[in-house]
């Protein structure tokens, strides 16, 4: 099935510790996005793609890391300097400008 | 910079009923898409519709139906015959030419009630 994978679905964390949310699709698009989603916030773009090996911030990149060495992967590392982690993270990929095609989201919960 | 407000945070209504959600953009450009996303509570984000700016043409799609509006720049979405499977976070989103990101509103919860 063509799509977005994104593992795990729930996390949990201990505070100080890096993790790493997972993002794969097969649907050979060239641009890939990272979505915050807060209760009452909507979706805030952290960091995105649209070619491999390169990668932009987004409103929200403090405390966050990426890479994109495979057009179809584009992991996300959360770091211990992101100070209120706790979200549902959406991973998502488009074809052109805007379409955005997305996953099943993470839900990160830092204990 | 462009800016997508959708001000009604939770609306309730009974099944049957019609429902409107608004959505008001800001954008510089003269060349942009406007999208509707709905959001079950699995979490994936479900495309419902995409418009360019130089299509004004209202959409129907089955009890869906999207009214855009330049004038007032608005994209409002509006589901008739409201059903219980309509319940969901719904959310509008711009993007601006030049294949810039998709803003996304804050959304609104839509619960229908049987």
């Known amino acids: 099935d063509g799509g977005i994978t994104q593992s795990p679905k729930y996390l949990f964390r201990k505070e100080g510790q890096n993790v790493t949310l997972s993002c794969e699709q097969n649907l050979n698009h060239d641009a890939m996005y990272w979505y915050r989603q807060d209760p009452g916030q909507g979706l805030r773009l952290i960091y995105y793609s649209q070619i491999v090996n390169d990668f932009q911030k987004g409103d929200i990149a403090e405390g966050y890391s990426v890479s994109r060495e495979k057009k179809e992967s584009f992991p996300l590392t959360v770091t211990s300097a992101q100070k209120n982690p706790t979200a549902f993270y959406l991973c998502?990929?488009?074809?052109?400008?805007?379409?955005?095609?997305f996953g099943e989201g993470s839900r990160l919960t830092v204990l | 910079a462009q800016k997508v407000t959708q001000a009604q945070t939770e609306i309730s209504v009974v099944e049957k009923e019609d429902v409107t959600l608004d959505c008001v953009y800001e954008t510089r450009d003269t060349t942009y898409y406007l999208f509707w996303y709905k959001q079950p509570p699995s979490g994936e984000l479900v495309f419902l519709i995409r418009?360019?700016?130089?299509?004004?043409q209202n959409e129907i799609s089955g009890r869906y139906s999207w009214n855009f509006q330049k004038s007032t720049s608005s994209f409002n979405f509006t589901i008739t015959a409201s059903q219980v499977v309509d319940s969901a976070v719904y959310f509008c989103?711009?993007?601006?030419?030049?294949?810039?990101?998709?803003?996304f509103g804050k959304g609104t919860r839509l619960s229908v009630i049987a």
């Open positions: 418009r360019n700016s130089f299509d004004e």
């Open positions: 989103a711009l993007s601006e030419a030049g294949n810039t990101p998709l803003v």
């Open positions: 998502a990929s488009s074809p052109d400008p805007g379409e955005l095609f």
